[in-house]
């Protein structure tokens, strides 16, 4: 007669009701039967439960093309699509202990994933191949950061990597030309004594900004603050959600839902990605200097609405990194002005 395997769900059935007669015959009370019961099928659901999730390790960031190859980012500076990407982690004798790379999207975004949960902390990132268009040198590597690091899952973000062109482009400023000698001005007129001005009545203007142009990031609850509702641009609170990111976001949130409820999603991951992806397309479109533009925004939007839940978590946690202003060289605070009342 040939024998079961020992992972054979009919033997794991036999076990439980053998275990389920022998604890009544013993106890002599079925609710204590019962129990002992339920016990058991609860610690073997979670141990399938937590043999079925697999931990995965990402690392995300994005590059663009140094037009004026001064080593900086600039606002005429593109994300870089077609670009590869290495993450690399050396041990103590040079050898390389971990090793992964991506190509970018024509968003200027990677993602490198690493199987298990590693520790990144040592490793670094750079660009090890560009397209010829901005190909003829690469910037530094940079370091990884972690981002957060549970249930088996982990995130580290890379600061904006650079590759140059071969020449700067026309629209860069000039370096300052080399002093040359040149003949001294004719002489002229001594210029009349300019008329005295009471500066108490004619102060001078203030200086005028231009705030489109100021980096800023601001997170969601700013843009759910009355106070700040004037400084929605393009788009407004009564906005619905299709209009806004498109079809594929009209599956996922009905036809009906405005970008305002969005803001005041929390509790589910979809919301929550809906929340961040909502503050970050009005920071586009508040600030040219936003991490992300708006184009990027919709797209990273759409991927992860089509993608795995494990997307959706990534990107918003994306969003809620640009969002917050930690990016760049330094962090970008948040430039909305109180609407006059």
Wanted: glycine share 10%; with cysteine; proline share 9%.
């Amino acid at each position: 007669m040939p024998s079961l395997p020992l992972h054979h769900p009919l033997l794991s059935l036999i076990g439980l009701h053998f275990v389920f007669l022998h604890c009544r015959a013993l106890m002599g009370r079925v609710k204590d039967a019962l129990l002992v019961f339920g016990l058991i099928l609860f610690l073997s659901a979670e141990e399938d439960f937590l043999r079925s999730v697999s931990a995965t390790t990402l690392v995300t960031g994005t590059v663009f093309c140094d037009q004026c190859k001064d080593g900086e980012r600039s606002l005429i500076d593109f994300p870089l699509s077609g670009a590869k990407v290495a993450v690399e982690c050396g041990g103590a004798d040079g050898a390389l202990t971990a090793y992964g790379e991506d190509e970018t999207n024509w968003s200027g975004s990677y993602s490198v994933f690493f199987e298990g949960s590693p520790d990144l902390s040592g490793c670094y990132a750079r660009v090890v191949e560009a397209p010829p268009e901005c190909g003829a040198a690469a910037g530094p590597a940079r370091g990884l950061t972690i981002l957060f690091r549970m249930f088996g899952q982990g995130m580290y973000v890379v600061g904006p990597l650079l590759t140059e062109p071969q020449e700067p482009t026309g629209s860069c400023p000039r370096a300052a030309a080399k002093p040359t000698l040149a003949l001294p001005p004719p002489p002229s007129r001594p210029a009349p004594p300019p008329a005295p001005t009471d500066w108490r009545t004619h102060p001078l203007p203030p200086p005028r900004q231009i705030p489109l142009f100021e980096a800023s990031a601001c997170p969601f609850d700013k843009w759910m603050n009355p106070q700040y509702k004037c400084s929605w641009k393009v788009v407004s609170p009564d906005t619905r959600v299709v209009v806004a990111f498109g079809p594929v976001a009209a599956g996922r949130y009905g036809m009906d839902m405005t970008l305002w409820e969005g803001l005041q999603g929390r509790g589910d991951l979809y919301r929550t990605l809906l929340r961040e992806g909502t503050a970050a397309l009005l920071n586009s479109y508040n600030s040219f200097g936003f991490f992300y533009s708006t184009l990027s925004v919709i797209d990273l939007m759409n991927r992860a609405l089509v993608g795995s839940q494990q997307e959706v978590l990534m990107a918003a946690m994306r969003f809620r990194r640009a969002n917050s202003g930690d990016f760049g060289a330094g962090s970008v605070g948040c430039n909305l002005s109180p609407c006059n009342s």
